[in-house]
């Protein structure tokens, strides 16, 4: 009974920001690896970046420009995201695994997605 939803999405200028939230229930996040897919129309879906108990990982494209973070407190992962292109813009899921891959197949669960769109 493991839910994920995401929220934070919406429209931004190029070189803009958006803070995303993805309140986790059903399982205590400290435990798993958390981590961000984006996914455009027509694209397969994309790692963007993970959290876990051996520390972070980030796609080379978005190095330096999101920060993915977690408050265990309030069982909750976010990404900051700076400095935004239109390239980002994309369906942004969180995902809940036992371990950190970049693979989407290694994650169980996966919230409803919020539109990220970045206009230029």
């Known amino acids: 009974q493991v839910q994920l939803v995401e929220s934070g999405g919406g429209l931004v200028q190029a070189g803009g920001s958006l803070r995303l939230s993805c309140a986790a229930s059903g399982r205590t996040i400290i435990s798993y690896v958390m981590a961000w897919f984006r996914q455009a129309p027509g694209k397969e879906r994309v790692f963007v970046a993970a959290?876990?108990?051996?520390?972070?990982d980030y796609a080379d494209l978005v190095k330096g420009r999101f920060t993915i973070s977690r408050d265990n407190a309030k069982n909750t992962v976010y990404l900051q995201m700076n400095s935004l292109k239109p390239e980002d813009t994309a369906v942004y899921y969180c995902?809940?695994?036992?371990?950190?891959?970049?693979?989407?197949?290694?994650?169980?669960?996966w919230g409803q997605g919020t539109q990220v769109t970045v206009s230029s």
């Open positions: 959290i876990g108990w051996s520390g972070t």
């Open positions: 995902a809940i695994g036992s371990a950190n891959y970049r693979s989407p197949r290694m994650y169980d669960y």
